[in-house]
């Protein structure tokens, strides 16, 4: 409903007197949708939620109240205008529908070898264009994710997540051995 994390923040007594301690946010991560389960970049809060400062800030309040923040973590797609994936060229780098030669072409399922890439050169997820999917038999993804040093699962605990709810966790994209190896 368009709030922010300061608002979330500035609400914690009442959660607290409701007999909470802790509390599961939508995606936080920047996107370009209210609801932000087309995420654009996963190591950065949504400018619209305050940014990272206001997450740092909820944290802080959090831990000193004692209570616990849960993350949901969008790990089967991203949006097709996200720095990984850039349908619409807004960023510097090459993302995976720009150029065969992309750090990131490897990361995503694709038809055809087309770039740059329109709405039928890779599935999306349910059908939508907007959520280009995740190869999860890839080591580079799995390590972003969850494996490699600083990634995101990781990034996150750092900054004082302390759990996650995954995002379409039963969809067959991902598998039993990718939960598995998380």
């Known amino acids: 409903y368009n709030g922010d994390l300061a608002g979330v923040q500035s609400k914690l ?5 409701l007999g909470f ?3 599961y946010l939508n995606p936080i991560f920047m996107a370009r949708s209210y609801h932000r389960y087309d995420t654009d970049q996963y ?3 949504d400018p619209a939620l305050g940014g990272d400062a206001a997450f740092s800030a909820l944290e802080t309040e959090m831990n000193r109240r004692g209570m616990k923040v849960i993350l949901d973590g969008v790990f089967n797609h991203a949006s097709s205008d996200s720095l990984y994936f850039d349908r619409y060229h807004r960023y510097a780098s090459d993302g995976a529908c720009e150029s065969l030669s992309s750090v990131w072409r490897s990361w995503f399922h694709f038809n055809d070898d087309n770039v740059p890439c ?13 959520l280009p999917t995740f190869d999860h038999t890839n080591p580079a993804v799995k390590d972003f994710f969850y494996r490699a040093t600083n990634n995101v699962t990781q990034y996150w605990y750092s900054r004082g997540a302390n759990g996650w709810r995954f995002d379409v966790a039963d ?9 598995n190896d998380y």
């Open 43 to 45: 190591l950065q809060v």
């Open 171 to 179: 969809d067959g994209n991902f598998g039993h051995p990718w939960w």
């Open 13 to 17: 007594d009442y959660i607290q007197s």
């Open 21 to 23: 301690d802790t509390i």
């Open 118 to 130: 329109n709405s039928s050169d890779y599935p999306g997820w349910f059908g939508f264009d907007s």
